[in-house]
């Protein structure tokens, strides 16, 4: 087990029941509504992930790659992001506790991961 737990931040996109379930499993996680940023933009979204040292989960793929690829250009850390695919929240569930029990927060920063 990871001795610094990640701490999760979900896009708007991702269904707080996922949150909610994660949350159940003794992991911090916090939703856009939650943090009140609904309808931020991408880059607003991660700018307040890293500055909360979050780990951002979405399924916007696209946007969220290239705004990795830019921070990577400019040198800019963030606290890593987890780009899933839509599935049942049952099943993306057990896909991030896949990443949560077994990557340190400190090896995710300024990855990317795919589930």
Known sequence: ????????????DVSVLVG???????FDVLTTRDAGNLGASDR???????????????????D???LATQYFEDQTEH???ILAVRRLPSDSV??????????????????????
């Open 1 to 12: 087990m990871p001795s610094t737990f990640i701490r999760l931040y979900l896009d708007e």
């Open 20 to 26: 909610e379930m994660i949350r159940a499993r003794g």
């Open 44 to 62: 607003k979204q991660l700018e307040f992930s890293a500055r909360d040292s979050r780990v951002l989960l979405t399924h916007n793929r696209v």
């Open 64 to 66: 969220f790659e290239r």
């Open 79 to 81: 606290g890593g992001i």
């Open 94 to 115: 057990l896909r991030i506790l896949s990443i949560l029990n077994t990557v340190d927060a400190e090896e995710i920063v300024n990855q990317i991961r795919y589930i």
